[in-house]
């Protein structure tokens, strides 16, 4: 497994680094058999260090837990802890989509964009359109997956919502957390307007 390891704004020694690839090396290897690359980073919010770690898999799945504590060596434990219980947690589904995917997560890509906060006034562009500004653009992938997985992807990261193509019939659909605590999907190919 592949392995970054940053501090913001703060130094990580060779000795946290040894210790985040052991100890986070053990734990993703005891749920899933092949992890590919962990991204951990370390920074200081308040009197609190915070440890932030993303975990992708083989399988095109990805893992991210975060920690804090007064120490910097508890907030990675912390966070090490929360990915501990969440891979275990979805220990037998992971094994399931393994057994059923020999191949690697196939990924799309796609534009990303962030728009500015709206204000009270709104513009109006001449074809009627709502005029907002773009103040970034970003490269994004979106996976090939199916609907479980999609679910799963979206608990895995803790995200409120998950554009993914269906293995299925290749179109564009969403999965999202509705307010009532249930799984929304969205497939446009199965909508029933005229």
């Known amino acids: 497994m592949r392995y970054q390891i940053s501090g913001k704004q703060i130094d990580i020694g060779e000795a946290l680094q040894t210790h985040v690839q052991t100890e986070l090396g053990e734990t993703v290897e005891k749920y899933a058999g092949r992890p590919t690359?962990?991204?951990v980073v370390f920074s200081k919010s308040g009197h609190e260090y915070v440890c932030e770690t993303v975990v992708h898999l083989s399988t095109g799945l990805t893992s991210q837990a975060k920690g804090s504590a007064t120490e910097i060596y508890g907030a990675f434990d912390s966070c090490l802890e929360k990915m501990d219980k969440q891979l275990r947690r979805y220990k037998r589904r992971l094994?399931?989509?393994h057994k059923d995917r020999p191949q690697q997560v196939a990924f799309s890509e796609a534009g990303s964009y962030i728009l500015a906060a709206s204000d009270t006034t709104e513009e109006t562009e001449p074809d009627g359109d709502v005029a907002s500004m773009?103040?970034?653009?970003?490269?994004t992938k979106i996976p090939s997956l199916s609907v479980g997985e999609a679910v799963m992807q979206m608990e895995l990261a803790h995200a409120p919502v998950l554009v993914f193509r269906n293995e299925g019939h290749e179109g564009i659909n969403v999965v999202y957390r509705r307010e009532d605590g249930n799984i929304g999907w969205i497939d446009p190919r199965n909508s029933t307007g005229s």
């Open 134 to 139: 773009i103040i970034a653009e970003m490269e």
């Open 95 to 97: 094994k399931d989509h």
């Open 37 to 39: 690359d962990a991204t």
